[in-house]
């Protein structure tokens, strides 16, 4: 089957009379190298191998090598003397059409296809770069290299890294399960040291001066602050919720398990004074099938995206004079820690759906201060 040339790319060697397009550099957001070619069934597949920006200077070099493959018989699930199971590319491409399967039986969150699926793109990439085709060739020293070329040439940081990593140790499982590799040989890398987060947990006087910035310049991005540090409701969750999930009587709010990120329906506490804001916007009021949080972070039929909180948030922070490691998300952090303080650990554990003590004791950091409840203390000796 013989394919047009796609967009005004000029005919060179390796366009003759051959099933394939010229691979191309398409850009955006996401730049990719794209092509198209007939599969071994016979049906025409559209291919990609992601680019980073920092990367796009190399990228004729990836055009030009991919151009040079498909014109010497070489496709994504062929090669030239081999088997279509020993080839990694097809694999891959196997593995992307499971991962899609899982996003439409919502046995995977959207956002975690779409995390995978572009970290997929980018392991394609790293293959084609080393011309390693086969699946023998995909082993420690190879996801070692991945690693270090993630690192190197993509200049990513050790946290993004330790994610590929985590990653790649959930392809191979999917691979030892299939029977493809021997044994999920990922688990055998070992993460780099992360930096401490960026991410600090506000004081007194910083929470009194967002909510009277926000108080005065829109309230309903003030509910969605005081929704985060009372709920603790995820900002990606908190976008999902609809008026129905507000049960304003038994002063609760329902996370459903379709948008949670363990996939557990919970509830959570709504304590008094929230109930009383969110009737005083009318929210009592308004159709039980609209989001909390639509466009202009105002309930609406659609729901707003999770960035429009950091959006909002980083708009406040510059007329406050916060520190850029005061984010949105730290509302979490100081609502964990005073009702930690005030209630205990264990209500605080609840109330922010943590499966164990342990992760709630991540938010309750130790800031170094000398508390006076310790230099009061008696004790029994």
């Known amino acids: 089957m013989l ?77 030239p003397g081999r088997e279509r199971g020993e080839l990694l590319l097809a694999v891959l491409e196997d593995y ?27 392991l ?8 390693k085709w086969l699946v023998s060739d995909f082993g420690v020293s190879y996801a070692t290299r991945f690693l270090d070329w993630l690192v190197s040439f993509r200049k990513v940081g050790a946290v993004t890294r330790n994610n590929y990593l985590t990653w790649l140790s959930s392809l191979c499982t999917w691979m030892w399960e299939r029977g493809i590799i021997a044994d999920n040989f990922a688990r055998r890398i070992r993460p780099l040291r992360e930096p401490p987060k960026r991410r600090d947990a506000m004081s007194a006087d910083e929470l009194r001066r967002v909510c009277d910035w926000f108080a005065a310049h829109d309230r309903w991005m003030l509910l969605a602050c005081r929704m985060e540090y009372y709920t603790m409701i995820r900002p990606g969750e908190l ?31 709504l304590n008094a004074s929230l109930v009383a804001e969110l009737r005083g916007l009318g929210v009592d009021g308004m159709p039980r099938d609209w989001f909390l949080f639509g466009r202009h ?51 605080a554990r609840d109330q922010a759906r943590h499966a164990d003590v342990s992760t709630t004791n991540l938010y309750v950091k130790n800031t170094g201060v000398v508390h006076q409840e310790a230099k009061d203390f008696k004790g029994a000796m």
């Open 297 to 347: 972070v105002r309930p609406g039929r659609r729901p707003a995206d999770s960035q429009v909180f950091n959006r909002r948030w980083k708009a406040m922070r510059g007329e406050v004079g916060l520190p850029p490691s005061v984010q949105f998300y730290s509302l979490k952090d100081s609502g964990i820690r005073d009702l930690a303080n005030a209630e205990g650990i264990i209500v």
């Open 124 to 131: 394609k990439e790293y293959a084609v770069r080393r011309e």
């Open 96 to 122: 992307a059409n499971y991962v899609d399967e899982m996003g439409r039986l919502g046995s995977m969150r959207p956002k975690t296809v779409y995390d995978y699926n572009s970290r997929l793109l980018v």
């Open 3 to 79: 394919f047009l040339l796609m967009g005004n790319a000029k005919k060179n060697k390796y366009t003759i009379d051959a099933d394939y397009t010229l691979p191309q550099l398409t850009g955006g957001a996401n730049p990719c190298v794209t092509f198209h070619y007939t599969g071994l069934d016979g049906a025409v597949r559209e291919w990609r191998v992601a680019v980073s920006r920092c990367a796009l200077a190399s990228a004729d070099v990836l055009v030009t090598r991919l151009s040079r493959l498909l014109a010497s018989g070489w496709r994504p699930d062929a090669l």
């Open 239 to 269: 976008v999902r919720l609809r008026l129905s999930d507000l049960d304003f009587e038994g002063r609760r709010v329902r996370c459903r398990a379709e948008w949670t990120k363990n996939r557990k329906d919970e509830w959570v506490a």
